[in-house]
């Protein structure tokens, strides 16, 4: 029988694209309490550096903080040289890089007959420039570092990919098409990935959260004046059956559990880790 514990993560090397953010940070920190030696690569080297330090210091594993933007490859082999030589070979990698912006957002939800005369606040306004960068962060910025991070994986015949998705990804929330089209990508190459690594010994799976207070959604989901809820926000929460934002701790269960050698013949899905969200149907 297998050890019905995550002890087999132990001493192993894990990177963390995004890993400075808020939701990163806090996989960060479940990842070092279960023993991982991490590289946090992310675009803010500073910012990165501190988290690592912090948890360095809180957790005792080793924590590193690396520069490295998702988007390049140059950027990204620099990156895997310092994590190899301070490190080792990968282990593990997770792809937390990502978010949306306000350039990708449309003003409005629904376009009815009095916003035909001003359609800067609806999809025909969009500027491409914040379309392509927000589809490209999380699209291409999820493809790239598999493609430069996996290969010490590949030569061991073992390793895991963890990608990070959203509720965006099974339906589309309103205001948001950049960033929902990418993180349906991201799914359909988790699966694609999924099987075309199987039988090298890499698994390939992604956790898909709910609705979390962070960075990127705070100016969707509060009201600036009051501090509450705004109309938007108001209604995820009477959508999540338990009726509530999630704390980023939520996340860090199904992400040892999918890093882990309990998830050993598990590759290819993606978990929801979203307050019964995506179950229900809204009556
Ligand atoms: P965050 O903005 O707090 O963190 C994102 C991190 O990515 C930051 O540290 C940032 O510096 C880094 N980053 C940005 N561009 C980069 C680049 N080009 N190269 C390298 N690093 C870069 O975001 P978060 O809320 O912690 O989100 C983390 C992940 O979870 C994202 O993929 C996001 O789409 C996803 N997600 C978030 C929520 C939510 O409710 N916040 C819900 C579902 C999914």
């Given at each position: 029988?297998?050890?019905?514990?995550?002890?087999?993560?132990?001493?192993?090397v894990?990177?963390?694209?995004?890993?400075?953010?808020?939701?990163?940070?806090?996989?960060?920190?479940?990842l070092a309490?279960?023993?991982?030696?991490?590289a946090?690569?992310?675009?803010?080297?500073e910012?990165?550096?501190q988290?690592?330090?912090?948890?360095?210091?809180?957790?005792?594993?080793?924590?590193?903080?690396?520069?490295?933007?998702?988007?390049?490859?140059?950027?990204?082999?620099?990156?895997?040289?310092?994590?190899?030589?301070?490190?080792?070979?990968?282990?593990?990698?997770?792809?937390?890089?990502?978010?949306?912006?306000?350039?990708?957002?449309?003003?409005?939800e629904?376009i009815?007959?009095?916003?035909?005369?001003?359609?800067d606040?609806?999809?025909?306004?969009?500027?491409?420039?914040?379309?392509?960068?927000?589809?490209?962060?999380?699209?291409?910025?999820?493809?790239?570092?598999?493609?430069v991070?996996?290969?010490?994986?590949?030569?061991?015949?073992?390793?895991?990919v963890?990608?990070?998705?959203?509720?965006?990804?099974?339906?589309?929330?309103?205001?948001?098409?950049?960033?929902?089209?990418?993180?349906?990508?991201?799914?359909?190459?988790?699966?694609?990935?999924?099987?075309?690594?199987?039988?090298?010994?890499?698994?390939?799976?992604?956790?898909a959260p709910?609705?979390?207070?962070?960075?990127?959604?705070?100016?969707l989901v509060?009201d600036?004046?009051?501090?509450?809820?705004?109309?938007?926000?108001?209604?995820?929460?009477?959508?999540?059956p338990?009726?509530?934002?999630?704390?980023?701790?939520?996340?860090?269960?199904a992400?040892?559990?999918?890093?882990?050698?309990?998830?050993?013949?598990?590759?290819?899905i993606?978990?929801p880790?979203?307050?019964g969200?995506?179950?229900?149907?809204?009556v």
């Amino acid at each position: 029988m297998k050890p019905m514990s995550f002890d087999d993560l132990k001493g192993k090397v894990c990177v963390i694209t995004g890993g400075a953010g808020v939701l990163g940070s806090t996989m960060v920190r479940a990842l070092a309490a279960a023993g991982l030696r991490v590289a946090i690569a992310d675009i803010n080297k500073e910012v990165a550096e501190q988290v690592a330090a912090d948890i360095q210091a809180e957790c005792g594993s080793t924590v590193i903080g690396v520069e490295a933007n998702v988007l390049e490859r140059d950027s990204l082999e620099k990156a895997k040289a310092e994590i190899n030589e301070k490190l080792g070979p990968i282990d593990i990698l997770i792809n937390g890089a990502g978010g949306n912006s306000p350039q990708a957002t449309t003003k409005i939800e629904q376009i009815e007959e009095k916003d035909l005369d001003h359609l800067d606040d609806t999809f025909y306004g969009l500027q491409m420039e914040g379309f392509d960068r927000v589809y490209a962060l999380n699209f291409k910025g999820t493809l790239l570092p598999t493609m430069v991070f996996t290969t010490d994986m590949l030569k061991k015949r073992k390793g895991v990919v963890l990608n990070i998705s959203s509720m965006n990804s099974y339906k589309p929330l309103t205001k948001i098409p950049a960033y929902s089209a990418a993180k349906a990508s991201v799914n359909n190459f988790t699966e694609w990935l999924a099987v075309h690594l199987a039988k090298v010994g890499i698994r390939v799976n992604a956790i898909a959260p709910g609705f979390f207070i962070t960075h990127q959604n705070r100016f969707l989901v509060l009201d600036e004046k009051t501090g509450g809820y705004s109309a938007r926000g108001q209604k995820i929460v009477n959508s999540t059956p338990m009726g509530k934002f999630g704390e980023p701790e939520d996340l860090q269960g199904a992400t040892l559990f999918l890093l882990s050698e309990l998830s050993s013949f598990i590759t290819g899905i993606v978990i929801p880790v979203d307050g019964g969200y995506s179950a229900y149907g809204g009556v």
